[in-house]
């Protein structure tokens, strides 16, 4: 039977029983044969085993700094697919921000490197992640250092939905350009979107501001890269953000 618009806690899938959703088709649960906690993902669209294998492995980044994944399915009863992976003990740098505000320069260029080595290991495995966001990097307090964990590779196009829903301010020229030819983004299309993800962590604020993707388009595409502002202490990174 088709699960294809409910809440599904209480469902098992492969050796995970969904335990409460945490946000859209994302459930805690638990792996019971490493008595670890999990969350699993699921995808509402009809995904073979074969095309689900394949993600995982280009997904697999393994690296300390990016999620790790622990298992996966198709259930075609359920007319779903499913991938259980690391429960990371923290909060999204996006809710982090809205917590904290900007993270302090002395805090910031350790933490942003260990995002950049996890984003360059992709790269050297020809990975491009393309939907990097604020909501894709987990922020873990380890004994007083903040340290990233890196999600999103290869499932953020799975889901449903509008694909810059939620990422419009971090898009790359080219990949709005590219959203009308389906033409492939490359390695560079990350690289902006660090340094947009570097501009709102240092300030509190991503560098434009729209209401609707056509605005956010015009402003990536032809406005000048604004000021990080005359905060002395990030005034040094302006050549490099």
């Given at each position: ?124 495995r020809g990975i491009v ?93 032809n406005s000048p890269v604004p000021a990080l ?13």
């Amino acid at each position: 039977m088709p699960m294809t618009d409910r809440d599904l806690s209480g469902v098992k899938l492969g050796e995970f029983v969904l335990q409460e959703q945490v946000s859209d088709d994302v459930y805690h649960s638990v792996q019971r044969s490493f008595e670890r906690n999990v969350v699993v993902k699921v995808f509402r669209r009809r995904y073979g085993a074969a095309a689900m294998q394949r993600l995982i492995r280009r997904a697999q980044i393994g690296h300390l700094y990016a999620i790790q994944f622990y298992d996966f399915g198709v259930d075609k009863e359920k007319c779903i697919a499913w991938v259980a992976m690391e429960r990371v003990p923290g909060v999204s740098l996006k809710q982090w921000l809205q917590l904290h505000g900007p993270i302090a320069l002395e805090v910031f260029v350790p933490f942003f490197e260990c995002i950049a080595q996890v984003v360059q290991a992709a790269h050297n495995r020809g990975i491009v992640h393309g939907h990097l966001k604020p909501s894709n990097v987990m922020v873990v307090d380890s004994g007083g250092n903040l340290l990233p964990k890196l999600l999103g590779f290869g499932f953020d196009r799975l889901t449903s939905g509008d694909a810059r829903r939620g990422r419009a301010a971090y898009m790359a020229p080219e990949q709005w350009r590219n959203a009308q030819t389906a033409h492939p983004a490359g390695s560079a299309v990350d690289i902006y979107a660090l340094g947009a993800i570097a501009y709102e962590t240092l300030t509190g604020y991503p560098p434009f501001t729209a209401t609707t993707p056509n605005e956010y388009c015009q402003q990536h595409s032809n406005s000048p890269v604004p000021a990080l502002g005359e905060v002395s202490m990030v005034h040094a990174l302006k050549p490099v953000v």
